[in-house]
C-alpha cells in the first residue's frame, strides 16, 4: 500500500506564501501522477495542480502564475509553491497519488489535507 506524508499548510496574509511537501512511501512503484486537490467549505473538491512522473504539469485557472507543482521522482516527493495568495485560496488541501497496478488497474491515494488559511 502507498502512504503519503503531507508537511505544510498553515496562516498567511494576502500576498504572502506558503509551501506545502507530499512524500509517497511504502509499494512507491509506477505512481504516474501526483498532485494537489483543495476544498473549501460548501465547495467541491477541486484540482489545484498535478504532476506526471515525465513532468508534465496542469493547473487550476485560479492559481496559475502563482502556484508551481514540482516533482522529484527518485525520491517520490511532490511540492507546491504557492506565492501571492488570496483569501479565495482557504481550503483544505489534500496530496493525491495515483498508482497503477496489475493490468489497467489503477488505484488513487489521499493525504489527511492540510489547513490552508489566507486572512488578514
Known amino acids: 500500500q502507498l502512504q503519503l506524508v503531507e508537511s505544510g499548510g498553515g496562516l498567511v496574509q494576502p500576498g504572502g506564501s506558503l509551501r506545502l511537501s507530499c512524500a509517497a512511501s511504502?509499494?512507491?512503484?509506477?505512481?504516474?501522477?501526483m498532485g494537489w486537490y483543495r476544498q473549501a467549505p460548501g465547495k467541491q473538491r477541486e484540482l489545484v495542480a498535478a504532476?506526471?512522473?515525465?513532468?508534465?504539469?496542469d493547473y487550476a485557472d485560479s492559481v496559475k502564475g502563482r502556484f508551481t507543482i514540482s516533482r522529484d521522482n527518485a525520491k517520490n516527493t511532490v511540492t507546491l509553491q504557492m506565492n501571492s495568495l488570496k483569501p479565495e485560496d482557504t481550503a483544505v488541501y489534500y496530496c493525491?497519488?495515483?498508482?497503477?497496478?496489475?493490468?489497467?488497474?489503477?488505484?488513487?491515494?489521499w493525504g489527511q489535507g492540510t489547513q490552508v488559511t489566507v486572512s488578514s
Open positions: 511504502g509499494s512507491i512503484f509506477r505512481i504516474n501522477v
Open positions: 493525491n497519488a495515483e498508482q497503477s497496478l496489475i493490468g489497467t488497474m489503477r488505484r488513487d491515494y
Open positions: 504532476i506526471t512522473s515525465g513532468g508534465s504539469t
